[in-house]
């Protein structure tokens, strides 16, 4: 598992983006951001969740809903959002830090 990995979820089959540090892999944990398709979520705003594609398909970061979810929840690896690293942190320190 690695940072920026998005995942799809056992239980209701959503994708998530981990945002966890590789260094506390070991961790039975990971902190995730969902993402929602861009017709679910209409009123996002930009800076905090940026629009990322996933299998052709658009979503966008729901950055203020993180949450930490069991590893055993995750049911595989749909992709890798390392490329948006930029739009991402700045999300986070936007969240985090109010810039």
Known sequence: MARFDVYRLKTN???AMDIQANLLDRLETRIVVPLLPIAEFVTPVMR???????????????????GSIPIKEIAGTVGNLS???DEIVAAMDLLFQGF
Do not use: C, E, K
């Open 83 to 85: 490329s948006q690293y």
């Open 48 to 66: 905090l969740n940026p629009r990322v594609v996933i299998d052709g398909t658009s979503y966008h970061l729901i950055t203020h809903m993180m």
């Open 13 to 15: 089959q959503a994708l």
